[in-house]
């Protein structure tokens, strides 16, 4: 088993940008970790092709949580691969799925409220995007505790960023993907966005707890992964 980061550059607002998903390799069977924003699929499948896997050996996508940037391109993998098993966690699932009104799209309209008017433009898009984001049916919903992927991987709940927010530690690897439970920021685990995050002690809880793993390698979705 191992875990491959995959770097995808792309342009937002005239400037480069980053996000690291990572791709889980057990027994010739791949494992996605998040799916990037919207229309990411060709840029994600294009990684996975250029670190010599075949997308048609990707049997999982695990989603940390459900925000625009970690679910874009969710309903396009599922679409065009039906076979996937998606995994989630059980309070994200009701978000994924459309069963409940996200967490996040609740707070950015209470936020347009009280923007000046120059913020007010990026507000609206930013909720524009939020409702565009499609739905997708969760096939295996987990909690805190739950060993996946034949045992190899411990579900970590991990609050604070959002509600239902989990990352993966692997105990073999001394390894964990964080998701925006930790950015990678000058080679330190921080907390990710925190003037967004729905409970700000719940994730400097989940910070401390991940940290208190004592993991040698942190893969963050932001930032690029850690080396202890």
């Known amino acids: 088993m191992k875990i491959v980061e995959l770097p995808i550059e792309f342009e937002f607002n005239g400037q480069k940008n980053h996000i690291y998903p990572s ?26 092709s250029k670190n010599g896997y075949e997308i048609k050996r990707l049997k999982n996508i695990i989603i940390t949580h459900y925000d625009d940037d970690h679910i874009g391109s969710l309903y396009d993998f599922k679409e065009k691969y039906p076979w996937i098993n998606i995994i989630a966690s059980e309070i994200e699932s009701k978000y994924i799925s459309g069963a409940m009104k996200s967490e996040r799209l609740i707070q950015a309209e209470e936020m347009l409220k009280n923007m000046s008017n120059e913020e007010t433009e990026f507000g609206k898009w930013f909720i524009q995007q939020l409702k565009n984001l499609k739905h997708v049916s969760i096939d295996e919903k987990v909690h805190d505790g739950d060993m996946i992927l034949d045992n190899k991987c411990r579900v970590v709940a991990t609050p604070g960023h959002t509600s239902g927010h989990i990352s993966l530690y692997f105990p073999s690897l001394k390894s964990v993907i964080t998701g925006d439970a930790a950015v990678n920021e000058n080679h330190e685990l921080t907390i990710a966005n925190p003037c967004f995050c729905l409970n700000i002690e719940e994730a400097e809880k989940s910070l401390r707890k991940i940290k208190n793993l004592k993991a040698k390698t942190y893969y963050c979705y932001h930032g690029g992964k850690v080396t202890l």
């Open 23 to 48: 791709l889980i390799i057990l027994n010739n069977e791949l494992t996605l970790v998040d799916t990037g924003y919207t229309d990411f699929l060709t840029l994600i499948s294009k990684e996975i």
